[in-house]
């Protein structure tokens, strides 16, 4: 299964009935060339050791893998363990694809990089690795998530980004997305489309989970090299998927469950939620196949999550391919499981984890509870709450 899954997806940028090239003509032979490129740079040593120092030496990998003792002592039940990609550089996994796609943006003699953010993670992420590299970065972000994630606006001004506020529809992630797209199809020749996630047309969804891998990598070498076994179940938080198919992939060959988590938002009864796995049908956004919140026309639906990073009204098709086999079991965690989570291992362990990756722990902290005690969750900590601590701070009124 991880060889087969690593061998997608196909000549089209297919993941079984997923994913694909939903684009005009001129626009697929761009995403040819970017794909060209990508295939002709990633096994070159010369690539390979430039990516594995900047990993080592700048974004500080391994990251660790800590056991969650009080909480899992609290919960009485399984032992949550949390892969610390928190502690990344730029506090989050998104910085594990952002070099690599600046790297092959640079190779490929652009200009200009753009992409979308949502809770700013990916914006910080791209804008330090445009830093890195050289090449000018436009970030745009829907106006309703630069005010609620500020710390990470004013880092990327510092950074020297250029951010555009997104004004139109829900002014959040789905339509940060377009207006980025839009402004990219004006020049896609010097510009290179940093996508966020492993979403998109073809061979961004193949790319993003390429470079994210490591996380699983490492993981399973760290738990087999401390505890001579695999944990027992991996659990992630679902938005576009890059960090639940980065720790997910290397285990697929694996006796091990894995478990993504959707954002609830208000609850699946009311239309504020963003669970496209659970709710969703097949349809087409932003270039490629997938499930999706979409109305009776194939319009997407405005999504919500207390979590800027989770609200995206599809979903990687590789999420979509693992769904289908019964491979991955998604679940979901809503908004005041989020803050509970959120709260919970602040207090416990002295973490503040992002909104995001808090629902990936309520899922687990629900489940931990029933589980005996020699079982092991494995949760990847996708990133650190330093961005949503004022937000949280005013809602519970802290
Ligand atoms: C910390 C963190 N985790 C998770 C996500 C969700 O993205 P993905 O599903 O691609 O991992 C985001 C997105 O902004 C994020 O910032």
Redesign the pocket.
């Known amino acids: 299964m991880g060889k087969e899954f690593l061998e997608m997806p196909d000549e089209k940028g297919y993941f079984g009935e997923y994913g694909g090239q939903l684009i005009p003509p001129e626009l697929i032979e761009i995403m040819n060339q970017i794909n060209d490129a990508y295939e002709e740079i990633r096994n070159t040593q010369a690539f390979k050791d430039e990516l594995v120092d900047l990993q080592i030496n700048y974004v500080g990998r391994p990251s660790p893998i800590y056991h969650a003792k009080r909480l899992s002592e609290k919960l009485g039940g399984a032992q949550i363990f949390l892969k610390r ?2 502690l990344n550089h730029t ?4 910085i594990n694809h952002c070099i690599g796609e600046a790297l092959l943006a640079k190779h490929m003699g652009k200009t200009r990089v753009l992409a979308e ?6 914006g910080v992420a791209l804008a330090t690795a445009c830093a890195l590299v050289g090449i000018d970065c436009e970030i745009h972000m829907g106006e309703i998530d630069i005010a609620k994630e500020h710390p990470n606006v004013t880092k990327m001004k510092i950074l020297g980004c250029n951010i555009v506020p997104v004004t139109r529809g829900t002014k959040t992630l789905k339509d940060a997305v377009d207006s980025a797209f839009e402004e990219y199809l004006k020049d896609p020749v010097n510009s290179f489309y940093a996508i ?3 979403v998109g047309p073809h061979p961004f969804p193949k790319m993003v989970r390429d470079f994210q891998t490591v996380v699983g990598i490492e993981a399973r070498q760290q738990f087999l090299d401390k505890h001579g076994k695999l944990p027992d179940i991996l659990m ?9 198919i ?1 720790l997910f992939t290397a285990f697929l060959e694996d006796d091990v469950d894995m478990i993504g988590v959707e954002p609830a938002g208000k609850g699946l009864d009311t239309p504020d939620n963003a669970a496209t796995l659970t709710l969703g049908s097949k349809g087409a956004i932003h270039g490629f196949e997938c499930y999706n919140l979409q109305d009776d026309e194939g319009n997407p639906l405005p999504v919500y999550s207390i ?4 609200d995206y009204p599809g979903v ?1 098709p590789q999420h979509c391919y693992l769904k289908d086999i019964e491979r991955v079991q998604y679940v979901t965690a809503d908004d005041k499981e989020c803050l509970d989570a959120f709260m919970e291992l602040s207090r416990m362990e002295g973490i503040i984890p ?1 909104l ?2 808090a629902h990936a722990l309520a899922h687990a902290m629900k489940i931990a509870k029933d589980m005996p005690t020699d079982k092991n969750i494995l949760v990847n900590l ?3 709450g330093d961005k949503d601590a004022d937000f949280v701070a005013e809602k519970l009124s802290l």
């Open positions: 990609e928190d506090g989050a996994h998104k953010t949502g809770a700013g993670q990916h966020g996630s492993v992630a938080c679902v938005g576009g998927g890059s960090n639940a980065g979590a800027s990073g989770l990687g992002a995001e990756s996708s990133g650190r």
